[in-house]
């Protein structure tokens, strides 16, 4: 099978070409993972590929408890996704504990 002038992103299952024996070869970018790309998918389909990119970390959120164990959290933008077989984004979002000390939280608590 070929996949010349028939590349897809992602998994779709409607992007595949006749293959050998008459199965069925893909074209999308998840075929690397399954392992059932047509044989010229990786000079047709992977000069294409464009990898994820991310802006910088946001800053950190206040703790969710006044007083006592809470949490932070904080995330970033895609400003480039991923397209036809590309590297993945990297995680988003991030969270670390925190202790809330609050000025009107007691020593006790």
């Given amino acids: 099978?070929?996949?010349r002038h028939r590349c897809c992103p992602g998994r779709n299952n409607a992007?595949?070409?006749?293959?050998?024996?008459?199965a069925?070869?893909?074209?999308?970018?998840?075929?690397?993972r399954t392992g059932d790309c047509?044989?010229?998918?990786?000079?047709?389909?992977?000069?294409?590929?464009?990898?994820?990119?991310?802006?910088?970390?946001?800053?950190?959120?206040?703790?969710?408890?006044?007083c006592g164990a809470g949490?932070?959290?904080r995330s970033r933008q895609v400003t480039?996704?991923?397209?036809?077989?590309?590297?993945?984004c990297p995680e988003l979002k991030q969270r670390r504990g925190c202790l809330g000390q609050h000025p009107t939280c007691g020593p006790a608590q």
Avoid: F, K, L
Avoid at 46 to 58: K, S, T
Avoid at 80 to 88: A, K
């Fill in 38 to 66: 047509c044989q010229d998918y990786p000079t047709s389909c992977r000069r294409a590929a464009v990898g994820c990119a991310v802006g910088p970390w946001g800053p950190w959120s206040g703790c969710s408890s006044r």
């Fill in 80 to 88: 480039v996704p991923p397209r036809h077989g590309g590297d993945p």
């Fill in 71 to 73: 949490s932070r959290a």
């Fill in 1 to 3: 099978g070929s996949c």
């Fill in 15 to 22: 992007c595949w070409a006749p293959g050998a024996r008459r």
């Fill in 24 to 32: 069925r070869c893909y074209c999308d970018s998840y075929c690397q």
